[in-house]
């Protein structure tokens, strides 16, 4: 039966639920770099290139610190408005 729209959905993980499978692969990620950080430092230190280096430290840093992401600030300042007329209305309510 395919899927219909207004039906609900039946079955799968329920909402906030982690999810396992990706939870497993972390932990093999992370098993696999402590595993191997001796081996990964003899090849940073056998980088000669500069570039090379700045690169791979950058794409280390993904698995190492949150993505940040740009966040866009209105700081429009009306004059009109004083803090006095604020706490003056706030105390009428």
């Known amino acids: 039966m395919p899927f219909q729209k ?11 639920t982690p999810n396992k499978v990706k939870k497993d692969l972390r932990t093999r990620i992370s098993m696999f770099l402590e595993g191997n ?20 430290y950058i ?4 698995f190492g610190l949150p993505t940040l992401q740009a966040v866009s600030l209105d ?3 009306n004059k ?14």
């Not at 430092?41 to 700045?54: A, Q, R, S």
């Not at 794409?59 to 993904?62: N, P, Q």
């Not at 009109?80 to 309510?93: G, N």
């Open 59 to 62: 794409d280390l840093m993904k």
């Open 37 to 56: 950080f001796d081996e990964a430092m003899e090849t940073w230190k056998g980088l000669t290139d500069g570039k090379e280096k700045v690169k791979l």
């Open 6 to 16: 207004g039906h609900k959905k039946i079955g799968g993980r329920k909402s906030d």
């Open 80 to 93: 009109d408005d004083s803090v006095e007329e604020d706490l003056k209305d706030l105390c009428q309510e």
């Open 75 to 77: 700081a429009t300042i």
